[in-house]
């Protein structure tokens, strides 16, 4: 069984220019949540979908945005990328939500803003 | 709010030895907990998930307990390897019982000397 995938691995961005990151979840699990990680903050929680329905949502600003597809699949949108946004992002996939599962993550998307 | 705190932030023992990692929590009214293992630049690997109506989790070398009243975990690592040299993850749902909204702590990195 495939784990979760995300695309694109590494990104270069300038200030200011919008980015889309990728997120395929196992096959079979229905919700898909994504992550934040940097050195200084550590692992924050981004937002949440199921059933093409955002759950829950963090503590960030407008700019995040995401969406998810019928077949699962999830994209995150960055707009006015600032370089504070330089981080890894995780995205995570369980069957379904507030079943306490066990939440598998991909290898994520390395984002530097210059 | 949930809090989720780890210590020590950094950990070297030699090859050989066993050694336990600490998770704490504020909000002991928890639906479970999950300890990951991270390599550098990689994302997230599930180790352990403990329900909050066990004590106790064991896979291989590793073994996970949980005090729900006293809000600690410890990850036990027995007979230490190089290979075992990694960041440390122990997380928590939001109160919600969301497992989309995981709060994690800052994690151990671990350094196992040969």
């Known amino acids: 069984k495939a784990g979760v995938t995300q695309t694109p691995r590494y990104l270069i961005k300038t200030r200011g220019q919008q980015v889309t990151l990728s997120c395929s979840p196992i096959?079979?699990?229905?919700?898909v949540s994504w992550y934040q990680q940097t050195p200084g903050q550590g692992l924050q929680f981004l937002f949440e979908y199921f059933s093409e329905t955002q759950r829950n949502k963090g503590n960030f600003p407008g700019r995040f945005s995401g969406r998810q597809f019928s077949n699962s699949r999830s994209e995150m949108n960055v707009s006015t990328l600032e370089l504070g946004d330089s981080a890894l992002y995780l995205c995570?996939?369980?069957?379904?939500?507030?079943?306490?599962?066990?939440?598998?993550f991909g290898p994520g998307t390395r984002l530097t803003v210059t | 709010k949930q809090e989720v705190t780890q210590i020590p932030a950094a950990l070297s023992v030699p090859e050989g030895e066993n050694l336990v990692l600490n998770c704490s929590f504020t909000d002991s009214a928890i639906y479970n907990l999950q300890w990951f293992r991270q390599d550098p630049g990689k994302g997230l690997t599930s180790l352990l998930l403990?329900?909050?109506?066990?004590r106790e989790q064991t896979s291989g070398r590793l073994n996970a307990s949980l005090d729900k009243s006293s809000g600690r975990s410890t990850l036990y690592i027995a007979a230490s390897q190089p290979g075992d040299s990694a960041t440390y993850l122990c997380?928590?749902?939001?109160?919600?019982?969301?497992?989309?909204?995981?709060?994690f702590g800052k994690g151990t990195k671990l350094s196992v000397k040969p």
């Open positions: 995570a996939s369980e069957t379904l939500p507030g079943q306490g599962n066990e939440q598998y």
């Open positions: 997380a928590v749902p939001n109160r919600g019982g969301s497992q989309g909204n995981l709060i």
């Open positions: 096959s079979g699990h229905r919700s």
């Open positions: 403990i329900q909050s109506s066990q």
